[in-house]
């Protein structure tokens, strides 16, 4: 079943991660408009000398937070002549990091069978006692902190290494005021609640008004929350995963509200 003809769409993924989102919606008869939210920068080579990234080749667990985390993390290793030790155990946030991994050739220890946060992934049978484990969690530079804090709790010594930067891009945001203004958006999708925070500001005021009334497909309640506490006012419906199938669906069930307006 397809989108109700005219129905539209903005997706607010990095560039290089949005293209098949805006195809498969595109597919389903949506309108689309991308306007990247966030900008993916890795860290330089004088951010992460040798020594910053040795410990990954070190560590009993490396755990990476997202496909990104996968990208750069791997990246510098390379740089660095690092490679993990023979028997680590990797963990993956969530099925996108696990392919990421995979397409990389490194096996997974460890990934929610259900679910996609920090937290999903913390309730693997596998980080239950983790006394005398040595884990490097690897991630952008203003990740949670709640993963450390927890595995630290089971008794693990946990280190961080940020390898890239999330960003606020430079970007004309004109066509889509002009297409808020006229009418013609009606969902917006968003990934990350500094994605939000950077969209709103990019908008300005009065396109952040008129963005808040369009249904929000987003992927966590968090996200919702921070949402609805900015002021978001439009129906929002959290899909199942990021991947862009379920995307898609969360934003069939947001067409639903337009339907019936």
Known sequence: MGLPAGYGVLVTRPTHQAQGLCRTLEAAGAMVWLLPALEIE???AAE???EAVAPLGRADWLVFVSPNAVRHGLACMARHGIRPRADVRIGAVGKGT???LAEAGLAVSAVPDAGFTSEDLAAEAAF???RGQHVMIVRGDTGRGWLG???RA??????YLAVYRAVRPRVDVAPVREALQSGRLHSVIITSARGLDNLWFMLGDSGRESMQRLALVTVSRRIARHAEQGGHTGPIVVAASPADGDLLEAV???SEHHNTR
């Open 48 to 50: 992460l000398p040798a």
């Open 252 to 254: 069939h069930q947001a």
């Open 42 to 44: 890795p860290l330089s």
């Open 128 to 130: 239950g006692d983790m």
């Open 98 to 100: 696990e392919r990421a």
């Open 154 to 159: 089971c008794g693990a010594q946990v280190d």
């Open 149 to 151: 804090a927890h595995l």
